[in-house]
C-alpha cells in the first residue's frame, strides 16, 4: 500500500486488509478509552493490535507509541488545567523506575542490537513469545482485578502515601513499557481517591501525557521504534478522530458497564488465546 509514493505497508504485512481492518479496530478503541469512554478498556487495544501485525508483539508495541502520543496531544489540549498536578506528580518516581525496569526487562529478553544471524532471529522470536506471554498474562491479571472491583460493595476513600504512590507508580511503569497496560493501575489508584470525574479523566491524561513520552527512550534504544513501524503507524492514524468522536457519542448514549463487560470478557478470551499461541511457540 503506497501514499503519495511512500510504500506504508510492505512484504512484512502478510495480510494488508487485517493489518487495516484489527489495526483500526485496535486504535478507534484506544482513542475511545482517551477520549474518556470506557476507561481501562483500552487495554483491549493492545492484543487486538498483535494479531494486525500479524502476531509480532513487538511490532504490535512500537506501532501504539507513537500513535499514544498523538492521542495524548490532542487529549492534553482538550483536558487543559483540569488535572490535579500532585496527584500525578506523586506517581511519576515510581513510573520512571518502572519504565527502567520494564527497558532492562526488554533487552534481557533479546530486544536491542542487530537481527542479523540465524540464531539472532530465533532468540528475537523467543522474545517476541515471551512478550506476547506477557501481554496474555497482564490482559488476564487486569480482568481479575477489574472483577473484584466491580464486586465490591461500596466505594472507599483513599489517601496514598509516598511508598503507595511509587509502588502504584512502578507497577504502571513497568506494564506500560512491557505492553501499554497501565490503564487499570492508575484506575485502582487514582479513582478511590474521589477526585470528581473531570479531575479523574485530566490527571490520567496528564500522567499518560508524561509517561509515554517517557517511553520513547527505551523503545528508540532497543530499535523497537523505526521506519518500518513509524509508516505502518501512518496508515492507521486516520481512525483516531473517529475513535475519539466515537468515544463522545458512545459516552452520552451507551451504557458503560455493559459495554465494559463485553470488552473485558473479549479481553479474558484474546488473552487465552496469546498465553496459547505464546506457550505454543516457545514449546515449538
Not at 108 to 126: I, L, P
Not at 241 to 267: D, Q, T
Amino acid at each position: 500500500m503506497t501514499l503519495f509514493g511512500i510504500e506504508l505497508i510492505g512484504e512484512e504485512i502478510p495480510d494488508v486488509w487485517m493489518f487495516l481492518t484489527m489495526g483500526g479496530l485496535s486504535v478507534m478503541i484506544m482513542s475511545m478509552a482517551k477520549a474518556g469512554f470506557g476507561g481501562s478498556v483500552g487495554l483491549l487495544s493492545v492484543p487486538i493490535m498483535v494479531y494486525a501485525a500479524g502476531g509480532r508483539t513487538s511490532l504490535a508495541m512500537a506501532l501504539m507509541l507513537p500513535i499514544l502520543i498523538a492521542t495524548d496531544y490532542m487529549n492534553i489540549i482538550v483536558w487543559w488545567r483540569k488535572w490535579r498536578w500532585p496527584v500525578a506528580a506523586r506517581l511519576l518516581p515510581g513510573a520512571v523506575l518502572g519504565i527502567v525496569l520494564g527497558w532492562l526487562a526488554l533487552h534481557a529478553m533479546g530486544f536491542g542490537g542487530e537481527v542479523v544471524s540465524e540464531q539472532a532471529k530465533a532468540n528475537r522470536a523467543m522474545a517476541d513469545a515471551l512478550m506476547k506471554l506477557g501481554v496474555g498474562v497482564i490482559s488476564l491479571s487486569f480482568v481479575l482485578l477489574q472483577v473484584m472491583m466491580w464486586l465490591r460493595s461500596r466505594p472507599w476513600t483513599f489517601r496514598p502515601v509516598f511508598w503507595q504512590s511509587t509502588v502504584a507508580g512502578g507497577i504502571a511503569g513497568v506494564t506500560s513499557t512491557m505492553a501499554h497496560s497501565a490503564g487499570p493501575v492508575t484506575a485502582m489508584y487514582l479513582l478511590p481517591q474521589q477526585l470528581g470525574k473531570n479531575a479523574y479523566v485530566a490527571t490520567t491524561v496528564l500522567y499518560y501525557f508524561i509517561g509515554n513520552q517517557m517511553k520513547l527512550a527505551p523503545y528508540l534504544h532497543l530499535g523497537l521504534i523505526n521506519r518500518e513501524s513509524l509508516l505502518l503507524g501512518v496508515a492507521l492514524v486516520p481512525t483516531v478522530p473517529v475513535g475519539v468522536l466515537l468515544g463522545r457519542w458512545m459516552a452520552k448514549k451507551v451504557n458503560e458497564k455493559v459495554f465494559s463487560a463485553i470488552v473485558y470478557s473479549l479481553l479474558a478470551l484474546t488473552g487465552i488465546d496469546l498465553c496459547r499461541k505464546a506457550i505454543m511457540s516457545l514449546a515449538g
